[in-house]
């Protein structure tokens, strides 16, 4: 007999009385065996993959109960799995999400790295969006799917040192995560000791992938073979592109393993990752470099700067609205590069609002669309990019 949603979530209740720190919806040993044996098999046993409750409804069926790590913030399951096969077919795999609704159109991972969304006939969602079955056409091996473009810890790392070996910057560990990984900086010195600061942020909350790609354009266009080191030497910067390395590991959407999102722990600082990053913005400072501008880059539903509002007395004085300028100026479409939502709720515990209230200097989230096409995130990121050189350059 198959259980039903109500019946699964009261068995996780129970689960969750017991190990007190259980994974939301983490299976026993008997679901996970009845899922990782025969001859097609579902496993979530790599970096960035969740543990949900796994159950087989079929020699090629599975369902998984997809639960989001915190619906108070945002009640967006991610999910990511591995699908095994002695020899081609099809595999259907049921995502259920009780009461909490499908947001993320599911993703294949290609031969060469690459991936594809499944096509949209391929994925059935109900009514009331909170049902989605995948069926899947699966080679001999391993085929991986995931709400977006999986990328591991090891992934990440491996970008960090080639980054920093193609542009010279430095590397330094700043701190480790509460479960004692690494959290490192990049860092590139100013020409002068006085110079200001810019900081940038990135993975904050792991799986908003196109947030990552966005970062990863952004700081190639930046720092690349066509930057100008003249005005990027007037400047100490400060780069975090991967603050939440446990969040990776367990593929948590939002959350550090201490069960907060980092985002929600600026000002408090009550985390190891963002005290260490904290400690290293205060080092800066402490060497005589200035606050002047923080870039923390993330995912969401469309392409928006969320930034203060221009009124807002920082220093530079309404950057906001004029680096925005420079980027339309640039931008080759009738359709905005980037929506808008100017807003500043003194004392929110998001990096931005905390570097505005702190330093009186001006903090923008960077948010790439869920499915904004990976072409328009990397000439999005480009174009800011040249487009902050700009202002920079005038500014000086």
């Not at 915190?70 to 799995?81: G, L």
């Not at 060469?112 to 499944?118: E, P, R, V």
């Not at 959407?253 to 000002?267: E, S």
Request: net charge negative.
């Amino acid at each position: 007999m198959t259980a039903t949603p109500l019946l699964r979530l009261l068995m996780l209740g129970a689960v969750l009385t017991v190990t007190g720190c259980a994974t939301p919806g983490a299976p026993s040993a008997s679901e996970r065996a009845s899922c990782e044996t025969g001859a097609v098999r579902l496993t979530q046993d790599f970096s960035t993959a969740p543990d949900y409750a796994c159950e087989r409804t079929g020699d090629s069926a599975f369902e998984l109960v997809v639960i989001p790590e915190d619906p108070d913030i945002n009640p967006s399951p991610w999910y990511a799995f591995d699908l095994h096969a002695v020899r081609a077919g099809e595999a259907r795999v049921a995502l259920d999400y009780p009461e909490y609704r499908h947001r993320y159109q599911p993703r294949v991972e290609l031969e060469g790295g690459h991936w594809a969304a499944l096509p949209e006939d391929a994925v059935i969602v109900s009514e009331d969006r909170q049902r989605a079955t995948l069926t899947v056409d699966i080679a001999p091996g391993a085929t991986r799917i995931g709400a977006q473009e999986v990328i591991s810890l090891a992934d990440r790392a491996d970008w960090r040192a080639a980054f920093a070996e193609r542009t010279g910057m430095s590397r330094s560990v700043i701190g480790e995560s509460r479960q004692g990984r690494p959290i490192e900086a990049l860092s590139r010195p100013a020409a002068s000791p006085e110079a200001p600061l810019i900081i940038i942020l990135g993975g904050q909350h792991p799986p908003e992938v196109p947030g990552v790609l966005g970062l990863r354009a952004f700081l190639d266009a930046l720092f690349g073979p066509e930057a100008n080191p003249s005005v990027l030497d007037g400047y100490q910067w400060l780069i975090i592109p991967d603050l939440n390395p446990d969040g990776v590991e367990h593929g948590h959407w939002r959350h550090n393993t201490g069960g907060l999102d980092l985002n929600r722990d600026w000002g408090p600082f009550t985390q190891p990752e963002t005290a260490a990053a904290f400690a290293a913005i205060e080092a800066q400072i402490t060497d005589g470099h200035a606050p002047y501008l923080l870039l923390d880059f993330h995912a969401t539903r469309r392409d928006v700067l969320y930034t203060p509002p221009d009124a807002v007395a920082l220093t530079p004085f309404a950057f906001s609205e004029d680096w925005i300028a420079l980027i339309e100026a640039e931008w080759d479409s009738e359709t905005p590069a980037f929506d808008r939502s100017p807003s500043h709720n003194v004392g929110m515990p998001t990096s931005k609002t905390w570097f505005a209230d702190t330093y009186a200097a001006p903090g923008v989230t960077m948010e790439y669309g869920d499915n904004t096409d990976r072409d328009r995130i990397t000439n999005l990121s480009q174009t800011a990019a040249r487009a902050l050189v700009r202002y920079l350059e005038e500014a000086e």
